[in-house]
Every structure is written in C-alpha cells, then in structure tokens.
C-alpha cells in the first residue's frame, strides 16, 4: 500500500512540474513555439516520463486548463446555495475576476501567448460544463424556464467574453467596477431611462 501512495504522489509531483513548466513558458514563448522537449527540459522531466501521462503538449494544456478552471472558480470546493442563477454567476464572476487582479501579470503574459481559438474553445467548454453542474445540483431554483444547456451557454459566454474584453483593455475598469457593471447587466439596470 505504502509503494502505492510514493508511486501516485511521483505522479502528482511529476504532473504538476509539467503544468507549471508550461504555463513558465507561456509567459515568455507563444504557445505554438513550445515543443515537448522544452516543456520537459524545463521541468527536468524525462520525454518517456511525459508520454505515459500526454499524448502531446495540447493534451498537457488541456489537463492544465481544466485544473486552473477549478482553481479559479473553486466551482466543486464549496458548497454554496444560490437563491438565484444570478447570485451563482455573481460568484463565479467575483472567482474569475479576482483570480485576474491577484494575478494580473501571470495571467496577461499567458493570454497574449496562448490566444488561439482552440484554447478559447477548451476554456468556454469547461466553464460551461462547471456552470451546469451548478445549475442542475442547485436545489432553491430547480425548476427554470430557461432550458439548462441554454442558460450554461449564454452565461459562460458572457463571463468569458467580459473577462477577454477586460484583459484585451487592459483591465481599464477596478475588479468592483466590473461587477457593478454585470450586476447591472444581469439586472437590466442599463436598459432603463431616466425620465
């Protein structure tokens, strides 16, 4: 049993290297200049090694999107009750945000080196699985009007493309003023004239 766990924590150790080497990487190299070998050089990895657990970098970056969604949304560590869908996406908008502004120069260095629509699709995709997931095990408002696959697409879509839009315009709005801003939007505040 003792062999067992040394053997699985090498392969926690061993993964874990692979992603950082390659998102150390992505700060200073774009992504479609990064080979195997540099991701394995930099993290002392043996090429061998590599293979056992990716088929390829894109299957590396995949695995290591999918972790940092779960890292920046903590979407399966807690376990909130949202009075409403609005109040779910307010949380997940306050994680995505605030995981930006505490890490502004990391995340800006890796966007302008992986901004590709493959990566664009694999983020949107696994956002929108964690958002029905949040849906559909969310007791206070199980019954909607809105289909769930309808409403997972239409909110991981705004988030996305908000948060792009606000990295593209380097981050010109505070994290508080964003939300406002979607708070806002979610309530159909901007649509109402002043008299």
Known sequence: MKESFKEDMR?????????????????????????????????????????KHFENKDHLLMYALEDLKDEVFNVFSNAFDYDTPKAMYMYLARCGFDYISNHKASVLAVYKNLNSDDVLSLTLDALQRSIRYLFIQNRPFKKYAVPIPVMSSFY?????????????????????????????LLDEACFKTEK
Request: hydrophobic share 45%.
């Open 11 to 51: 392969i926690v150790r061993t993964v874990k290297l692979l992603k950082t080497s390659l998102f150390n990487l992505l700060k200073v190299v774009p992504y479609d200049k990064i080979s195997v070998i540099d991701i394995c050089d930099k993290a002392l990895v043996h090429r061998t090694t590599f293979y």
């Open 156 to 184: 991981t879509g705004g988030i996305v493309n908000l948060i792009i839009w606000w990295l593209n315009n380097d981050i010109k709005y505070s994290k508080e003023e964003m939300l406002k801003f979607l708070d806002m």
